[in-house]
């Protein structure tokens, strides 16, 4: 007589397949790589330190690792094209000669990202690709750090959708000369809660765009250093460089 050997479905086994397919899909996922550039030839804000720390912070829980200096020869380096994404955190004034510049837009135009942070829009003046990129240039700022309403353009927006419609914080607020049509504000300054402001109704202080083959994203926040503590920055952050390194497609 034939033996019938019936076939049990345990659902302790599949969980425990499950779980170890799981983890072996994102043991193999490409960890993102990004350059953070701090070269200064101005200005030198004490909040940089700050903001390297939280950039590393949120690299080791984001699938990015970090490096970081303010040496530009990696500009005239190989080096420089492995990574995914540089971010300039308030550099200032011209800190790349032409050769450099040639390889940034090369970096670029291979598809990779940039996050521009504070003072990257105080940065390369006389380089319009440059102003392109960021999509805007300080022009000025009132005295003081003062507090101000920002208004959440877009709550549906994979980088806002943790914020309030309107939400205050205490920083340095730029005005700008907005070099690009192109950018998707995502965060405008209302300046009727402060003195100083020069845009208008129409004053984005943060905002994203593709550009030239690759991906941009800016915040004019990160003048004060607890401005990196702030939660709601970081996570605004966190989105922007994931978004630069393109682990996160819209």
């Not at 479905?9 to 072996?24: A, D, E, G, I, Q």
């Not at 200032?92 to 598809?111: H, R, S, V, Y």
């Not at 999509?135 to 003081?144: A, C, D, L, Q, T």
Request: negative net charge; proline residues 3%; hydrophobic residues 35%.
């Amino acid at each position: 007589m034939k033996l019938i050997h019936k076939q049990y479905f345990n659902p302790k086994l599949m969980l425990v397949v499950f779980v170890l397919f799981s983890l072996n899909c994102l043991s193999q996922t490409k960890q993102s790589k990004v350059f953070v550039f701090t070269r200064t030839c101005g200005y030198i804000h004490e909040s940089i330190p700050r903001g390297l720390d939280l950039i590393s912070e949120l690299g080791k829980g984001n699938n990015f690792t970090v490096e970081s200096s303010d040496d530009d020869r990696i500009f005239l380096s190989d080096v420089l094209f492995g990574y995914d994404a540089i971010i300039f955190l308030s550099t200032t004034l011209d800190i790349l000669n032409q050769e450099q510049q040639k390889n940034l837009i090369k970096f670029i135009q291979m598809g990779n990202g940039f996050v521009g942070i504070h003072a990257a829009a105080d940065t390369e003046y006389d380089w319009p690709w440059y102003g392109n990129l960021v999509g805007g240039y300080f022009v000025s700022h009132p005295e003081g750090q003062p507090m101000a309403s920002i208004h959440t353009l877009n709550k549906n927006s994979f980088f806002t959708n943790h914020l309030d419609d309107e939400w205050e914080i205490e920083d340095e607020w730029y005005n700008y000369q907005y070099t690009n049509p192109n950018i998707n504000p995502l965060l405008n300054l209302d300046e009727s809660t402060y003195q100083g402001g020069t845009n208008g109704k129409n004053h984005p202080i943060t905002w994203y765009h593709e550009f030239d083959g690759g991906r941009s994203f800016y915040t004019g926040l990160g003048h004060l250093e607890k401005t990196f503590e702030d939660k709601r920055f970081k996570e605004l952050l966190r989105k922007g460089i994931l978004y630069a390194t393109g682990q996160i497609k819209l």
